[in-house]
C-alpha cells in the first residue's frame, strides 16, 4: 500500500497543472475519486482508477478538496476527484468573447461543456482559483460569471 501523508498542491495551480496534463498524456496520471463528505477526513483507505491501494494519512491542518494533488513525481500523480463535478458557468458578451473564452480554456486544459450560449468549466479545484485566471476576461466585459450578481 502506498502512504500518502501531504497535500502537494492543486491542479488548478498553473504550475501543477502543466505538469499534470504532461503526465496524463504519458498515461501517468492515477484518481481517486471520493464523495464530497469524505473531504473532511484526515485517514482513509482508497484504491485509484488504476487500482493502486493508498492509504491518505494528513495532519490536521490539511483537508482533502477536489484537485488535490497526493502525488507528484516525473512519471506519475495521484488526484482526488470529487464525483459530484461543480461548475462554473460563463456567458460570453457576445461571438469574438465566445471565441476568446475557449481558447483560453483550451490553453488552460480545462475541461469544459457547453449549454446554449453557455460555458461551464469543470472547476478540479478552488473556483476563486478560476475566477483568479478569467479575471483579465471579466474585467474587460468580455464574460459575465453565471449566479453571481
Known amino acids: 500500500m502506498l502512504r500518502l501523508t501531504r497535500l502537494l498542491g492543486n491542479a488548478s495551480d498553473a504550475t501543477i497543472g502543466?505538469?499534470?496534463?504532461?503526465?496524463?498524456?504519458?498515461?501517468?496520471?492515477?484518481?481517486i475519486t471520493l464523495k464530497r463528505s469524505d473531504t473532511a477526513?484526515?485517514?482513509?483507505?482508497?484504491?485509484?482508477?488504476?487500482g493502486t491501494e493508498i492509504g491518505v494519512m494528513l495532519d490536521r491542518s490539511e483537508q482533502l478538496a477536489n484537485g488535490a494533488?497526493?502525488?507528484?513525481?516525473?512519471?506519475?500523480a495521484i488526484v482526488v476527484r470529487l464525483d459530484e463535478p461543480q461548475w462554473l458557468g460563463l456567458a460570453p458578451a457576445d461571438a469574438a468573447a465566445a471565441l476568446?473564452?475557449?481558447?483560453?480554456?483550451?490553453?488552460?486544459h480545462w475541461k469544459v461543456r457547453f449549454v446554449g450560449e453557455y460555458l461551464h468549466?469543470?472547476?478540479?479545484?478552488?473556483?476563486?482559483?478560476?475566477?483568479?485566471?478569467?479575471?483579465?476576461l471579466i474585467d474587460a466585459r468580455r464574460?459575465?460569471?453565471?449566479g453571481d450578481g
Open 18 to 31: 502543466e505538469s499534470l496534463h504532461r503526465i496524463e498524456h504519458a498515461g501517468g496520471l492515477e484518481i
Open 143 to 146: 464574460i459575465s460569471v453565471l
Open 100 to 108: 476568446e473564452l475557449g481558447y483560453f480554456c483550451g490553453n488552460m
Open 121 to 136: 468549466i469543470s472547476m478540479e479545484g478552488p473556483r476563486e482559483d478560476y475566477l483568479h485566471r478569467l479575471q483579465h
Open 69 to 76: 494533488v497526493l502525488l507528484l513525481e516525473d512519471a506519475r
Open 41 to 50: 477526513r484526515k485517514r482513509l483507505h482508497a484504491f485509484t482508477d488504476r
